[in-house]
């Protein structure tokens, strides 16, 4: 590995050819159906995917509280999937933090150092230094009880970094917070990972923390990923209508391909129009397949001229900084559009109105499966 | 209770307190007279004179406890010398009961961590397992154990018949037995608490102490053995106690030379020849002890809680 040059960053997770199956194995449960993906050394990567998709039994896997059916885990290059997890030169900050109750804020991050046999002034120092690191040093002495559920946070956090893992596996750490808090820590863990250079893995079902946070997102579904990419490629160009719909707020139209022109296609939307859309996959004409469309790239206008789509407005929910509208199309499909809110006297448009939308340009594409 | 009690507070509230008041008093005058009364009769007792056929006479005397600590020869007339006779019972009956209960932990608590861990259905019915030789009488199970470890016993005899012994061990009539029979009297008494506090652990600290490098012997030492601390002290205290007193099983399975205190103060009752107020001072100085260990634990408990702040 130490021939690379810097410029290819090294792989600090490689994940190959992984299935899980719970039970007997043609009866079993797939949790993990052949996932394949590697995390670079440094990065903030993460597992994104509802409920059950299988995400936090990949992170439970690399942190070794699981085993593979199949497939391969390398740490580093190293073959890791046999290691008994306190073997493993990874650390969890979990869900409900699972701090020591018995053990001060210090002992509990001391924990791990002590283990790994660190000389007892390495440890006092490093303890100070990791507490001071997550702003808790004042709360050395006291227990996890007498701690906020933020704090708590906190020293979990502490906890699992005092060791100065090669990776750190972080399953779902905010879940338990309100959203005030939630929002702090997501930019704290983001700076953090950025000072220590550690490797991020991690777990979320919530798409707004993935995309604030994250260098590169794997969004997961039933036991496969989806698609891996930066959260900009992700948002902006899905790969297929799990992806679109998962992460924000897309409209879905059902469509036929007529034509492809290199890498954007005709197809005809409800009530006639045509829209160009840029294809993802192989498109050919004829094939059937869904437009996405964010609700940020439409807007109301005057029905007839260049309206994409006519419809009457069926609702209009204020949203703060936007409003957003429930069209319904003539032949019944509804659509929503977002608009930046103005005046409640200078919106242009009332429920029971009958509208056109316009589509953006480049906003639309074809997903194909 | 008594008429217009004093809340100052609101007369909602007051209402629902006297309501409350009332609604536990046949809780505390059960408690009152049937748990603290024998207590208190009993230490009065122990300072009066007892009466030859059985029974006191209401002479305040200090002759059972001069009994229990002093020796004055034969007639009563040489100078005191301490009696260890007593004291060498109630030692010995400690540390019977301390080998009793520790033989519990170490039987019960594997026991108990391996019923917390069953899928929650079946928990019910391990448990159930567990306390099923219970239901038979104590009495009875004493001296099915008694035939199971004697000279010509099951144990014994398949062990000659396949050839590992050629003369009996002697297991009847020795501390062990006591020790033995003490254990299998009072296991589920460990079993039950250690579950509870095994039921009620967090499994996701065992993960984290192994991800923090720990291995399953350190992990069992500095997390799992201190998060069920309460159960593993709750059994005990219920196993030690009731083996500290218990006199069935030193009695069928000890012999006559493994006596102790349950049977000392059993023989002080029964028929012509008992002494009820030495009786209730044996019973007096063991509770007296009892009370000083856990005064002591209290005080070193809300120490090291203090400590914890």
């Avoid at chain 1, 906890?159 to 309100?178: F, G, I, N």
């Avoid at chain 2, 005990?236 to 099983?249: E, K, Q």
Wanted: charged share 20%; proline share 5%.
């Amino acid at each position: 590995m130490t021939s690379q040059s810097p410029s290819t960053p090294r792989t600090a997770v490689d994940i190959r050819d992984v299935e899980k199956i719970y039970g007997p194995r043609d009866a079993g449960v797939r949790a993990l159906a052949g996932v394949s993906l590697s995390i670079l050394d440094n990065e903030f990567f993460t597992l994104l995917g509802p409920s059950g998709c299988g995400k936090t039994t990949l992170l439970r896997i690399i942190a070794g509280f699981e085993t593979v059916s199949s497939g391969s885990v390398f740490l580093f290059g190293d073959e890791i999937e046999d290691l008994p997890p306190n073997r493993r030169p990874v650390n969890t900050v979990f869900q409900q933090y699972a701090l020591f109750p018995h053990m001060t804020v210090e002992e509990n991050v001391a924990f791990g150092l002590l283990r790994l046999k660190h000389p007892k002034a390495e440890v006092a120092e490093r303890v100070r230094e990791t507490l001071d690191l997550v702003r808790l040093g004042e709360f050395a002495q006291r227990r996890p009880a007498q701690l906020s559920g933020g704090q708590q946070q906190r020293v979990a956090l502490a906890r699992a970094l005092a060791p100065r893992p090669k990776v750190l596996l972080l399953d779902e750490p905010l879940s338990a917070l309100d959203l005030k808090l939630r929002q702090a820590m997501r930019v704290e863990l983001k700076s953090l990972q950025e000072e220590t250079g550690i490797t991020f893995i991690f777990v979320t079902h919530d798409q707004e923390e993935a995309l604030t946070m994250s260098d590169r997102i794997a969004v997961m579904s039933r036991g496969e990923v989806q698609q891996i990419g930066a959260a900009r490629d992700i948002y902006d160009r899905p790969r297929n209508r799990f992806v679109a719909d998962f992460i924000g707020e897309t409209n879905l139209f059902d469509v036929t391909v007529e034509q492809v022109n290199g890498d954007t296609v005709v197809c005809r939307l409800p009530g006639g129009r045509p829209v160009e859309a840029a294809a993802s996959g192989v498109a050919a004409a004829g094939k059937q397949g869904h437009v996405s469309i964010r609700p940020e790239q439409l807007a109301l206008v005057k029905p007839g001229g260049d309206a994409a789509l006519e419809g009457v407005i069926d609702r209009t929910i204020y949203l703060g900084t936007d409003n957003q509208h429930l069209i319904h199309l003539d032949d019944g499909v509804e659509v929503r559009v977002r608009s930046q809110s103005v005046e409640q006297d200078a919106e242009p448009f009332a429920p029971g109105d009958r509208v056109g939308i316009r589509i953006n340009r480049g906003a639309a594409r074809l997903l194909v499966d | 209770m008594a008429g217009g009690a004093a809340t100052g507070g609101h007369s909602v509230s007051g209402a629902y307190a006297a309501v409350r008041n009332w609604l536990l008093a046949p809780s505390w005058i059960t408690i009152a007279i049937f748990m603290l009364g024998p207590v208190l009769l009993m230490a009065v007792y122990s300072f009066l004179t007892k009466e030859f056929r059985g029974g006191v006479i209401w002479d305040f005397s200090l002759a059972s406890y001069d009994q229990f600590f002093f020796d004055r020869g034969l007639f009563g007339d040489e100078p005191p010398t301490l009696r260890w006779t007593y004291m060498a019972i109630y030692l010995r009956s400690i540390i019977q009961a301390g080998v009793a209960t520790l033989l519990c932990l170490v039987i019960g608590f594997p026991t108990a961590y391996f019923i917390a861990t069953r899928p929650v259905h079946t928990r019910t019915i391990w448990l159930f397992l567990v306390t099923i030789p219970y239901w038979v009488n104590l009495l009875i199970r004493t001296v099915s154990m008694k035939f199971l470890i004697r000279d010509t016993g099951p144990i014994n005899e398949w062990l000659i018949a396949f050839g590992v012994l050629d003369t009996p061990i002697k297991m009847i009539n020795t501390d062990f037995a006591v020790q033995l029979g003490l254990f299998y009297s009072y296991l589920p008494f460990m079993v039950l608490p250690i579950y509870a506090a095994v039921e009620r652990y967090d499994f996701s600290l065992t993960e984290a102490s192994a991800d923090l490098y720990a291995d399953r012997w350190t992990t069992l030492r500095l997390v799992l053995l201190p998060a069920v601390k309460p159960g593993i002290i709750a059994g005990c205290i219920l196993v030690f106690v009731p083996s500290l007193g218990a006199f069935l099983a030193p009695d069928l399975l000890g012999g006559a030379k493994n006596f102790m205190i349950g049977s000392l103060i059993e023989e002080q009752f029964k028929g012509a020849a008992g002494n009820w107020p030495f009786g209730a001072a044996c019973a007096m100085v063991l509770l007296t002890m009892v009370l000083i260990a856990v005064f002591f634990y209290a005080r070193q408990q809300a120490r090291s809680a203090e400590a914890g702040q």
